[in-house]
């Protein structure tokens, strides 16, 4: 049987009504038209979309998508046009050819990349998916015979495919062409990791043949036994999922991971005429828990949260049915076989196509899907913008989290409940207070897992905080809050600064800024004007410029010259640190006796210890042997003690913000009213001042107070 044959016998198979005769005619036009073409192979050009048609039978496509494909390639690399196709065949054949042609003139990685291109790509899903269908078959052809391409091609030509056409595919739950492209990729992408895989892998298949058998026997088993109808595979993970795993994992050995194997569990849709429906795959689920010991961490039910690709399927991780000879966990992935067929084909399993309409439509998740890559052109202004978003926003592991009236957010792995808020509406993120997530208060930078049910506290005014910044991912909700505080006007910025400076003078018994601004003049070395104060205010409140770096300037601009006796100074005032540390002992040279207003350098001297110069004491300029010259400076605002008061309920959340800063604390106080009192000793304001920013952050904080 050749190709052409192949073709026609396998559409007829799953297609009610199968038109052979024009598909065979479809084939002729296109083998007269690349006839005195060359594959780089050495091949007659004919065999290219005649492979790329077999691959995309699988997807099950209609007449009009397999004509198409045999003719994807006649108006890119021959000289017929598209109006020489719509002569000869149907608009919705030539609209498909029309389609795969802008597609063909898109080349993502490019350095001279046309995003428009890009653009139209994407919108093409959502117009006619059958044109990305047709494009990805024709990508894995191309893969499949990389080695006769040029080398230099050969990782531009892998990279695209793996970061951009695996990806759609991934994500539009197509695994037969994602798996596939991958592993094409990772071999030309990195040889070396490639086949150092392949070959633990080829040893792994060949020790753990006989325990498969042995999985498979027992589960079979069991299934006679309380009666349930099922075929029972087994998938291997495919070499780049593998490759990723050990990485993430920082493994080198296959056999230092567990679920390498996975075995499916296919149910019978239609038994007796009687259709199963869900509770099919949740008995099955309870039979094997009966008989084999569950892992409660690893259980996923894709089921009753559908992957946003319409993925449905109960994973579950038992022990014990390897035997004493094979004791690792197993995976169980139970399904129907309809599940089976979309989690194979994704939404190419989804399609309705009605008769005599070329509407092809979209089933509910994935047409909202499309309808939100729509929305990616409309969003994004500039290419490089739009080339990030895409790689983060689209292709990162996805997340389902709910609202507490069951809708379904679709979030990057990562995100907050400050992105949760954003995805749901910009007022709300713009509004934002806080979150309970399942039941509970959780503090601003909470990764959301799947399954979560978040519900969003709101003020009256919308102000969002440029602290949030550091904790999001999704770029929709870091444009939002950016345009936010572009659309401020000068006045409100330098209100806002202000008050982020006065509310930390406050914080440390400093008085509030002068109408004039003159506590900020001069904390840069240099007299400045009303004019500079101002925009100074203007770039901290915009969030240029960070609030606390104000203040310490200002609490550290000296207003009485303070002379130390030749000995130590007073570690209560001033302290001097020795290469950034603190604990060394010190005197202060009596040739210069710098005080804090001078830059400082230390001297190790032969007798007397670490002695501490002016940069531009005489001594120094010169000392004998510079190798004895050491960094040193002043670190003031060092107190004996700080007392804070916090009103909240939840002294974990406290503790847990103040360790990572390694502080001394003297004394905690609780008492019934919510009310915490924590002395810290020996620090200075600015990690005081982090600390309080930290705490005031917590939803289960009201306020802090600094004594």
């Not at 005619?25 to 006839?35: G, I, M, P, V």
């Not at 994500?171 to 633990?200: A, H, N, V, W």
């Not at 043949?209 to 099922?230: D, P, W």
């Not at 567990?258 to 038994?271: E, G, H, Q, W």
Request: hydrophobic share 35%.
């Amino acid at each position: 049987m050749n190709d052409i044959e192949y073709i026609i016998k396998t559409a007829e198979n799953y297609l009610k009504v199968c038109d052979k005769e024009l598909i065979y005619k479809a084939y002729l036009y296109a083998k007269e038209a690349h006839s005195d073409q060359k594959r780089l192979s050495g091949d007659d050009y004919i065999t290219h979309p005649l492979s790329s048609t077999k691959i995309l039978l699988d997807l099950r496509p209609d007449i009009d998508t397999i004509c198409a494909s045999l003719l994807h390639d006649i108006p890119e690399e021959t000289d017929k046009t598209i109006d020489d196709i719509r002569k000869n065949f149907n608009p919705d054949i030539t609209n498909l050819v029309a389609g795969f042609t802008k597609l063909s003139k898109i080349h993502p990685l490019d350095e001279n990349i046309e995003v428009d291109n890009l653009r139209k790509m994407f919108l093409s899903i959502a117009k006619d998916l059958r044109v990305v269908l047709i494009k990805f078959a024709d990508r894995i052809h191309n893969l499949r015979t990389l080695q006769y391409v040029p080398k230099e091609k050969q990782k531009r030509i892998a990279k695209e495919s793996m970061e951009i056409y695996a990806g759609i595919a991934s994500r539009l739950g197509i695994y037969s062409i994602k798996t596939e492209m991958e592993d094409i990729c990772f071999k030309y992408l990195y040889p070396k990791e490639y086949l150092d895989i392949k070959k633990q892998m080829d040893e792994y298949s060949k020790e753990r043949l006989k325990f498969i058998n042995i999985i498979k026997s027992k589960l079979q088993k069991v299934f006679i036994r309380e009666g349930i109808k099922a075929e029972i595979t087994s998938r291997i993970k495919h070499l780049y999922s593998i490759y990723k795993k050990l990485k993430k994992k920082n493994k080198n050995f296959i056999n230092e991971i567990y679920d390498i194997v996975a075995f499916r569990v296919i149910l019978d849709d239609n038994i007796k005429n009687k259709l199963y429906d869900d509770s099919i795959c949740y008995k099955t689920l309870g039979i094997i828990h009966k008989y084999f010991t569950p892992l409660n961490h690893r259980f996923k039910d894709y089921i009753a949260l559908p992957k946003d690709n319409g993925y449905k399927s109960l994973h579950t991780t038992v022990i014990g049915l390897g035997g004493k000879e094979f004791s690792q966990p197993t995976e169980i992935q139970i399904r129907t076989k309809r599940m089976h067929f979309e989690a194979e084909f994704g939404i190419a399993a989804h399609f309705e196509y009605k008769e005599n309409n070329n509407d092809k439509t979209i089933s509910g998740k994935k047409k909202e899907w499309v309808k939100n890559l729509i929305s990616l052109h409309q969003e994004w202004h500039s290419n490089e913008e739009f080339l990030e978003n895409l790689k983060i926003d689209i292709f990162k592991d996805r997340i389902f989290v709910l609202t507490p009236g069951g809708d379904v957010k679709d979030l990057p792995n990562g995100a907050t409940p400050i992105d949760f808020a954003y995805a749901i509406h910009s007022d709300i993120g713009h509004r934002f207070k806080g979150a309970i997530v399942n039941g509970n208060i959780v503090p601003l930078d909470y990764k959301l897992k799947n399954g979560d049910i978040v519900r969003i506290n709101t003020g009256k005014e919308s102000k969002p905080n440029l602290y949030w910044l550091t904790s999001i991912v999704t770029n929709q909700a870091k444009q939002k809050i950016k345009s936010w505080f572009k659309s401020k006007d000068k006045d409100h910025l330098i209100k806002e600064g202000k008050d982020l400076i006065n509310k930390q003078l406050k914080r440390f018994g400093y008085n509030e800024l002068t109408p004039n601004l003159s506590q900020i003049d001069g904390i840069f070395g240099k007299k400045i004007t009303l004019k500079e104060r101002l925009e100074i205010l203007e770039q901290v409140g915009n969030g240029a410029m960070s609030p606390t770096v104000i203040v310490k300037k200002i609490i550290d601009k000296p207003k009485i010259k303070i002379k130390f006796p030749k000995k130590k100074p007073k570690t209560n005032i001033c302290e001097i640190l020795i290469k950034g540390e603190k604990g060394y002992e010190t005197r202060i040279a009596g040739c210069c006796n710098p005080d804090t207003e001078k830059e400082i350098i230390a001297y190790i001297t032969k007798s007397q210890g670490i002695s501490v110069h002016s940069k531009k004491c005489k001594f120094i300029s010169n000392v004998p042997d510079k190798n004895n010259l050491i960094e040193a400076e002043w670190s003031c605002n060092i107190k004996d003690s700080y007392m804070i008061t916090v009103e909240g309920n939840n002294l974990k959340d406290i503790m847990d913000t103040i360790n990572p800063y390694q502080i001394k604390i003297k004394s905690i106080e609780t008492n019934d009213n919510n009310i915490v009192k924590i002395d810290i000793k020996n620090t200075n304001f600015f990690t005081i001042s982090k600390i309080i920013d930290k705490l005031e952050s917590l939803d289960s904080i009201v306020r802090v107070i600094k004594e």
